[in-house]
């Protein structure tokens, strides 16, 4: 019998998710489907419901519903209930919903790991202050970093999101124009959609360090106006955010059928698929 998964989001044509877990299912020789489920904003309880009803195993979750998502579970893993966002959704027995999130594990994997990036006592600043920076947040305190900012056009809800891990690490919010007072940072992460409509966030010169890494958790064309940007402010390195989505599917993936798969053949399939 073939399980039924699948990624939803609001745009989610674009995502990867299906080929991810495509590849991880024939190297684990897992029987499974995985689809793209296409949400309206006002609609993803409706449509997540419905997919679940039909027997659908697992979603996992894209902008912009991952504070939905964490509403939507009947109940939530600690690192979901402390991110209060879930990018992946679990069925279990008798129809309870379990929340998760994955994107926390999936970053540090692939900033330590696969980029062999150190994080203590290093200054990291985040932009944006959605459901995609909020479940990083507390794996990146983890990390012990000698500062965590930040910064979101609307200060007022960065400053509430620091506040929920103040005692978690070293972390405050700040509104954008506030980056212009600040030291420059090692690790510049964004965390905002802006670059699925070709923009940029509003971003100060002299924000990086001089071995700064700047990088985009959305990937391909769409964190070129980022990584651009980055380069002409002189940062050592620039990368997008497609071995973060590897590496939190791959968690997704072993949440769901109990096995690990090898994440290293598939991001090289993907970064030759790109060029």
Known sequence: MTDRYAVIGNPVAHSLSPDIHAAFAAQTSQAMQYDRLPAEPDAFAATARAFFEAGGRGLNVTVPFKLD?????????????????????????????????????????????????????????????????QGVIGPLLAAEPASLIIANRTPDKAVAMAARFATQGPVRGIGFPGLARIEPVHLLVNATSAGLAGALPELPPNLLAADATAYDMVYGAASDAFQDWARRQGAAATCDGLGMLVEQAAESFHRWRGLRPDTAPVLRQLRAGAG
């Open 69 to 133: 998502a964490a509403d939507f579970a009947d109940r939530l893993s600690d690192r979901a209930h402390a991110a209060g966002a879930v990018n992946t959704l679990i069925a279990h027995e008798a129809g309870r919903i379990e929340g998760d999130n994955t994107d926390g594990a999936g970053l540090l994997r692939d900033l330590q790991q696969n980029r062999g990036l150190p994080l203590v006592g290093r200054r990291l600043l985040i932009l944006g202050a959605g459901g995609a920076a």
